[in-house]
């Protein structure tokens, strides 16, 4: 009977420092990527946002103003082998999210913006934020 397979603790220690670095390193980026494409939009009119990212899906009232929501929603990836497959069940289909607001004043003009989710960073990563950044317009006001 083969002897089983034991991990070093250098190696499970390796593992768990590559793991935070590549968390601490997705965090910075989504960050930054993200506060770059809120800053685009400052000052810019509300309509011009939703023109360029669609509809929002809800509209709240802030303290400040009103606040513009977009939720992208994408399905988590299972590394393989991950989940029961004796019983020939799937586990249930997970989903990340990644939800941006934009704050726009009584004027109509956005003030300022705000993200959270767990998908900001999957999608800065593939490219998907690049088109949230706000487009020159030839009618602009600011």
Known sequence: ?????????????????????????CANLEAGTMQRIFDSWKGAPVE????QWGPPQTVQAAP???????TDEMPTA???GS???????EPPPTVAYCQRKLI?????KISRGEWSGSACCAQTLIGQCA??????SA???S
Not at 48 to 51: P, V
Request: aromatic share 4%.
């Open 48 to 51: 011009q946002a939703k023109a």
């Open 78 to 80: 299972r590394p393989p």
């Open 83 to 89: 989940g029961p497959r004796d019983a020939q069940l």
């Open 1 to 25: 009977m083969p002897a089983p397979s034991r991990r070093s603790p250098a190696r499970a220690g390796m593992i768990a420092a590559a793991a935070i670095a590549l968390t601490t390193a």
């Open 139 to 141: 009618t602009s006001n």
């Open 104 to 108: 726009a004043g009584a004027d109509g």
């Open 64 to 70: 400040d103003g009103t606040a513009y929501v977009w």
């Open 131 to 136: 088109g949230l950044a706000r487009k020159p």
